[in-house]
């Protein structure tokens, strides 16, 4: 682990070790420079793009609930302290930690890809989600418009899909994302972690506000798209006290579903979110970490499929119970399940000859 850190502003991760691939470390300390300095760095985000070669990713994972996904980036700006997809970063040779929130890639060709991969007379429709891994509407979509492209297809061929995100951006797309609503194609989560401004902004630097996210919420329903809230993660000893907060907010706003994850901290995450709590709650820091590991068998974590989005134990259990409680209290009961995939069809190119039936 990088054992020297710096507060850089706008950004979530406090380090930036080398990825686990590489063969060579680089290590960052402090010289003594810095000591008369009291302004945070800056760090400019960089995009660069990533030549896919297909744009729909599969997985047999049995707890993630989704088989399809698409991704139009890799990294995130938002820079959420505890986002899984951290280590994933290590395999473009580049750190988990500052890296992953300032050197992004985008795929330019998505929408390409995915007409071309739905065209395939192979291809067999299973609804497809979007944002799995790192956020679908994060700043730079307002510069690529990449998940506008995708939406685009995905509805021009009647095919369902779910989105998760953080994002108010989201709104900028409820042209497309009403229509497809209207046809039982498309579910949306919305991520709120929190209520409080501070630790929001200290969590997640680059997201929308507490605020803006339950006004997406609402403008989502009332535009006809069914939407639910995502309490994720919770973490135990610093944001998990608002679970209910939160859940009442949404379904006040118009949410009908809602789920929750508990904090997962695998390989790099475990030292940049240590890290992250010595600088920004180092209050709480030796609690939330004693609770997170009685949830995960006294580790920082366990990756056993079935617990690791839920962990296990009496800390595990009550926080499962006071969901489940706070779900029917507000509402938050709606499943989700039966997006239309019938409504698939491959549209037919410039220059197609015409059904004489169908005329």
């Known amino acids: ?36 300095d009291p302004e945070p760095a ?31 980036y890799r990294g995130c700006e938002h820079g959420c302290i505890y986002c899984y997809a951290r280590p994933a970063h290590a395999y ?11 050197h992004l890639f985008f795929k ?46 995905l509805e021009r061929f009647g095919h369902p899909c779910s989105i998760i995100t953080k994002s ?39 997201a929308a506000t507490p605020e803006r996210r339950i006004a997406a919420i609402k403008a989502l329903a009332e535009a006809g798209v069914p939407v639910s809230v995502m309490f994720a993660p919770s973490i135990p000893g610093l944001n998990d006290h608002e679970m209910e907060a939160v859940l009442e907010k949404a379904a006040a706003a118009g949410a009908s579903g809602a789920g929750y994850v508990a904090l997962r901290l695998p390989l790099e995450i475990k030292d940049l979110f240590q890290e992250w709590l010595a600088t920004d709650h180092p209050d709480r820091a030796a609690r939330v970490m004693s609770l997170v590991r009685q949830m995960r068998g006294g580790a920082d974590y366990d990756a056993q499929w079935g617990t690791r989005m839920k962990g296990q134990g009496p800390i595990a259990d009550l926080m ?20 239309d995939a019938s409504q698939f069809r491959v549209p037919p190119k410039a220059g197609d000859q015409r059904d004489l039936f169908n005329g």
Do not use: C
Request: hydrophobic share 35%.
């Open 320 to 339: 499962a119970k006071r969901f489940e409680a706070a779900k029917k209290r507000f509402g938050l009961t709606a499943k989700f399940s039966g997006l």
């Open 92 to 102: 473009m040779g580049l750190s988990p930690g500052l890296d992953f929130e300032s």
């Open 108 to 153: 330019p060709e998505a929408a390409k890809l995915l007409e071309k991969e739905l065209s395939s007379p192979r291809y067999r429709p299973e609804f497809i989600h979007i944002g799995g891994n790192t956020d679908p509407y994060q700043p730079i979509e307002r510069k690529t418009r990449t998940t506008r492209g995708v939406l685009e297809v």
């Open 168 to 206: 108010a951006l989201i709104l900028r797309d409820l042209d497309i994302l009403s229509a497809m609503g209207r046809r039982n194609l498309v579910r949306v989560a919305i991520s709120v972690t929190s209520l409080d401004r501070k630790l929001a902004r200290s969590m997640e630097p680059r």
């Open 42 to 72: 800056q760090l400019r985000t960089t995009l660069e793009v990533e030549k896919a070669r297909k744009i729909i990713t599969t997985n047999d994972s049995p707890d993630v609930g989704f088989s399809r996904s698409i991704n139009p």
């Open 1 to 36: 682990m990088n054992t020297f850190s710096q507060q850089v502003r706008g950004r979530g991760a406090r380090s930036n070790a080398t990825g686990r691939y590489e063969s060579q470390v680089r290590e960052t300390f402090d010289d003594g420079w810095t000591v008369d």
